[in-house]
């Protein structure tokens, strides 16, 4: 295996998880650590950039072949949330990596490492409607949060996370996912100067986004 990435959230106290595996020249994808697809890269990649020009396309979130391909059974709502941040945050991890050859391996690794380091801190990414207007955004927190702080607000279900093994490495941070869960905040508790910090940054990180 050269790559795997999960993405995970909670809600009432149970964990979801959606992965990938990369090997040299095939995916496979769990839900929930069951297998529903095995595929050769050069398939299946076409379909994850299809999914992410839904604005280009016009096709909503249930049209796309990628969702099509995947989401064959009834799943939570939360499960849903969590593959449109899994499909989105996949093309830009791997973003302008077309060669599907060992050869490349190297070449590869560097590039899922510079990709996380520069899209998955305080880092907004969308999740294109195939509507026009306000489309739904995520947002990768900064480091440096007190942890104890950042898990608690995970179990809450406010927070989801990502984690990514690549080349002996570990890489893993937090975000704010396109769906955000009404939390009421008796029970939020002590963990709101975070939140409230963290939706903050969200703020001052989509505003420079929206001037690009």
Request: charge should be negative; charged fraction near 25%; glycine fraction near 4%.
């Amino acid at each position: 295996m050269i790559y795997k990435v999960v993405f995970s959230a909670n809600e009432d106290k149970k964990e979801y998880n959606i992965s990938l595996d990369r090997k040299s020249n095939s995916l496979k994808i769990y839900i929930d650590n069951i297998e529903i697809i095995e595929n050769r890269i050069e398939e299946i990649q076409p379909l994850f950039d299809q999914y992410n020009s839904g604005n280009i396309d016009g096709l909503h979130y249930e049209d796309r072949e990628l969702t099509k391909l995947l989401l064959k059974k009834e799943y939570p709502a939360i499960i849903h949330s969590l593959f449109k941040s899994f499909a989105v945050v996949n093309v830009y991890l791997d973003y302008g990596e077309k060669i599907f050859s060992l050869d490349y391996e190297p070449f590869f690794i560097k590039t899922i490492k510079e990709n996380f380091e520069k899209y998955c801190f305080h880092s907004s990414l969308i999740a294109w409607t195939g509507d026009l207007g306000k489309q739904p955004v995520m947002y990768f927190i900064k480091k440096g949060y007190n942890n104890e702080d950042i898990v608690g607000l995970y179990e809450l279900g406010l927070l989801c996370k990502i984690f990514v093994a690549i080349d002996g490495e570990q890489l893993h941070n937090y975000f704010v996912p396109f769906d955000i869960p009404s939390i009421p905040n008796i029970m939020i508790g002590r963990l709101r100067y975070t939140w409230h910090k963290i939706i903050k940054d969200m703020d001052t990180e989509l505003s420079k986004f929206n001037k690009r």
